[in-house]
């Protein structure tokens, strides 16, 4: 008689076991190796996946299905055999990232950076402007007011007064949210504001992902007590955009996209071309100069 398959989702990823949180509890699992079988391009298993599973009387089990990815957070190794793709997170439904308004100073390249592989990865991407005590409403929507135009939300926190914390707890309930900033920023202060324990938890595994960077790796989903996960996702500041053509990088900038159908040119690097229409929403004021700043220098392979 055929064994019972059990639904679940990986929670946990090291060493080759899984950790799948199921409606009976957490179960250790191996993947079947007929899911080992055949040339693979990527991660067959990864956090954030959903999968079926059978359990043994000892706790553990087996990964016997992996349903499909409707989304994931995906870093392309190049490899003598070809491109492999490592899964960061799969079936994410928003990207978060975290950065300080001062203290450090908000790098906003890497932020746009980050912009641009959400953008490429499908990604809802929300702003977190955190450590707002700081600098104070009005100088801190100075550095992020001309986000929300072009369609990332830009949340205002301080882990220390608890504003904004709600809204983003609100934010993250029900969602897989993957959470990436630079150090420094206040990150686990605000998680831990968010729910008591969480920024400890996601430092912790953090930090073990940067000291197993050449051994063993360490990714988790961390629940929330409303309903959904974060996930840390140190990886994220590693990801190259060398799989990214400089031609289609304005693709990923929502507010150049729909310009450049207008370009006189169908190669138009929107520099100093005739007729580029990108220049001129620039020259207009209708594109951000410091975006627009951003896109050359991401376009040149500057970080």
Same mark, same amino acid.
Not at 8 to 20: A, D, E, H
Not at 216 to 220: A, I, N, P, S, Y
């Given at each position: 008689m055929p064994t019972a398959q059990t639904p679940? #989702?990986?929670?946990?990823?090291?060493?080759?076991?899984?950790?799948?949180q199921t409606a009976g509890g957490l179960v250790t699992c191996h993947l079947r190796g007929r899911l080992k079988q055949g040339k693979h391009v990527g991660d067959i298993a990864a956090v954030g996946d959903r999968v079926q599973v059978t359990c043994q009387p000892d706790g553990t089990g087996s990964i016997e299905t992996i349903e499909a990815r409707r989304s994931a957070l995906v870093r392309l190794d190049p490899r003598p055999q070809g491109v492999y793709q490592q899964v960061i997170l799969a079936n994410p439904d928003q990207a978060v990232f975290v950065f300080a308004c001062a203290n450090p100073t908000p790098r906003l390249r890497m932020l746009d950076r980050f912009l641009v592989i959400a953008e /490429?990865? @499908?990604? !809802? +991407?929300? %702003? %977190?402007?955190? /450590? %707002? &005590? #700081? #600098? @104070?409403?009005?100088q801190a929507e100075a550095l992020f007011d001309f986000y929300p135009p072009i369609g990332y939300p830009v949340l205002y926190t301080c882990a220390r007064t608890g504003q904004g914390v709600e809204e983003l707890r609100e934010r993250l309930t029900g969602k897989v949210s993957a959470l990436a900033g630079p150090s420094g920023v206040g990150k686990s202060s605000l998680l831990?504001?968010?729910q008591p324990g969480l920024g400890l938890a996601v430092r912790e595994i953090s930090e073990a992902f940067h000291k197993g960077r050449h051994t *063993? *790796?360490?990714?988790?989903l961390f629940p929330l007590e409303d309903g959904g996960y974060v996930a840390d996702t140190p990886g994220m500041r590693s990801l190259a955009l060398w799989d990214t053509e400089p031609e289609e990088l304005d693709g990923y900038f929502p507010e150049l996209a729909p310009l450049v159908a207008q370009c006189q040119f169908n190669d138009c690097h929107h520099k100093n071309e !005739? @007729?580029? +229409?990108?220049?001129?929403?620039? &020259?207009? @004021?209708?594109v951000h100069p410091q975006r627009y700043d951003s896109y050359l220098r991401l376009r040149a392979g500057e970080e």
């Open positions: 679940g #989702l990986i929670v946990r990823s090291q060493s080759g076991f899984f950790s799948v /490429k990865q @499908g990604l !809802p +991407a929300i %702003i %977190i402007a955190n /450590k %707002i &005590d #700081l #600098l @104070g409403r009005e831990n504001a968010v *063993t *790796t360490v990714r988790e !005739p @007729g580029c +229409a990108v220049r001129a929403a620039v &020259d207009a @004021g209708r």
